[in-house]
């Protein structure tokens, strides 16, 4: 399909929506408001121009056909969360202009890469810990670790042929799945997690400031970066279990590396005192976008980064733009009533349902209708507010819903060799066949929802958070 079908395809969409009749408890701006989000969407997921046009695109048609003021239109620029993820994008671009990302990667495999397995933990463990200042998925899986993974699997004689399943093909799953984990443990490890949490705040009433989404986070995400690589490991087994050149290998790098450059020390101090800051967020009243801007600064003051790399830095300011868009149309969608409407009318459906079981179905197929989107983004905009509203009309707990719903939203990622932007890399390496991703993604996507949701759940009652 060109993109010219494609354009057309979402246009007749749109235009069929808007002159549909509208139900009479909606009012006509809202549901022309609707028309254009659906059309938005389904944009996002055809892409007959990047996410940015399309998003940018909505909110101009949304401007000229007057559904939304040029003052209401362009409020979701002024947002906070899109300021505090762009800010997370330039402090990724320190990590990796300055070498700091492979860097530690190196050195966890340094100390515990004498065995495939370890080295399994050993890639998700640095996945873990450049996370909260990497939102970029495809940047930190895709840019830092997969050409180290890639060595890896070649010194092995692993290659992506017939000597694939030595070592290389289960080193490639154990950095896609252990990615969608690292996705979900941080407000700041994945793009769209701020918009997240605006849904939240403006659907539910439910504010996920990043304290509360690490600390919600911490066991859930624990138990799963422990068992997943392991069940990985049992499941599609490497043929080589020891590798004690490993550790070798990666101390060569380091001593390749050299000493830590001014530029690494600079960069740790701004990142070790960013975690700090946003834990301590409550105590200092420093908000999470403040302290990502004061890091900003301290980058670019310090000459770690010139202004030159700030303008250069193309996914952040192509989120910015994004999400900016997508926090508009949403949250005109909420202030118009539409959202409320459709909350009660679905409600309906699961009427007399306990509300447990309403949500664990729609979690269900929040999570399983993934395999129709090619971008996380796209399907967290669709049905993120929608389901939440849903079954909170089922009398779920708001924070529950929010919670539950936002860490699927990154979980359902491995399901396809589509469904996120490191998949593109790491399946392109030709290790994993697509009918042992698909069915890999199912498994462990499985496994995750199961922790998630029974040990998370159970957490965040401790916790007292619902």
Excluded at 324 to 340: C, N, Q, Y
Excluded at 434 to 440: D, F, G, I, S, V
Aim: charged residues 10%; positive net charge.
């Amino acid at each position: 399909m060109n993109k010219l079908t494609k354009s057309l395809i979402v246009i007749a969409v749109g235009v069929i929506i808007w002159f549909c009749p509208h139900p009479v408890e909606v009012a006509p701006n809202a549901w022309h408001l609707f028309a254009i989000v659906v059309a938005t969407i389904l944009g996002l997921i055809l892409q007959p121009l990047p996410i940015g046009a399309i998003a940018f695109i909505g909110v101009t048609i949304a401007i000229l056909t007057k559904t939304l003021s040029v003052k209401d239109a362009l409020a979701g620029f002024g947002n906070a969360t899109i300021w505090l993820i762009f800010c997370a994008f330039i402090l990724a671009r320190g990590f990796i202009k300055t070498g700091l990302g492979r860097r530690i990667a190196y050195k966890i495999i340094s100390l515990v890469g004498d065995s495939t397995l370890k080295i399994g933990y050993g890639i998700v463990l640095s996945d873990l810990v450049i996370s909260p200042a990497m939102p970029s998925s495809g940047a930190r899986a895709g840019g830092i670790l997969f050409p180290i993974v890639k060595g890896l699997s070649s010194a092995l004689g692993s290659e992506p042929d017939g000597s694939r399943k030595r070592a290389g093909a289960f080193f490639m799953q154990t950095l896609w799945q252990g990615n969608t984990i690292t996705n979900a443990m941080f407000l700041t490890s994945m793009a769209a997690n701020p918009l997240i949490a605006k849904f939240a705040a403006d659907t539910f009433h439910v504010e996920i400031s990043w304290t509360l989404w690490a600390l919600a986070s911490l066991l859930p995400g624990l138990v799963s970066i422990a068992l997943i690589p392991y069940l990985l490991y049992k499941i599609y087994p490497p043929e080589v279990k020891q590798y004690p050149e490993g550790k070798a290998i990666a101390k060569a790098e380091l001593e390749k590396m050299g000493d830590m450059s001014y530029g690494e020390k600079v960069v740790v101090g701004v990142f070790v005192g960013a975690l700090v800051l946003w834990a301590t967020g409550s105590l200092t009243g420093l908000n999470a976008t403040t302290v990502a801007l004061l890091a900003v600064c301290v980058l670019v003051v310090f000459e770690v980064l010139s202004w030159d790399d700030v303008l250069a830095e193309k996914g952040g300011w192509d989120t910015l733009v994004w999400m900016g868009s997508l926090i508009t149309l949403a949250g005109g969608l909420s202030k118009l009533g539409f959202v409320k409407w459709f909350a009660a009318y679905a409600a309906g459906a699961v009427g007399g349902i306990s509300w447990v079981v309403a949500l664990g179905i729609l979690l269900l197929i929040y999570v399983y209708t993934h395999y129709f989107f090619a971008s996380l983004t796209a399907h967290i905009t669709a049905m993120y507010a929608t389901f939440g509203a849903v079954a909170i009309a089922a009398n779920a707990p708001a924070m529950l819903v929010a919670l539950l719903l936002a860490f699927a939203s990154n979980l359902m990622m491995p399901i396809t060799h589509y469904g996120g932007a490191p998949a593109p890399i790491i399946f392109g390496a030709g290790y994993v066949t697509q009918n042992e991703w698909w069915r890999l993604g199912f498994i462990t996507t499985a496994a995750n929802l199961f922790i998630w949701a029974c040990v998370g759940s159970l957490w965040w009652k401790v916790l007292g958070l619902w």
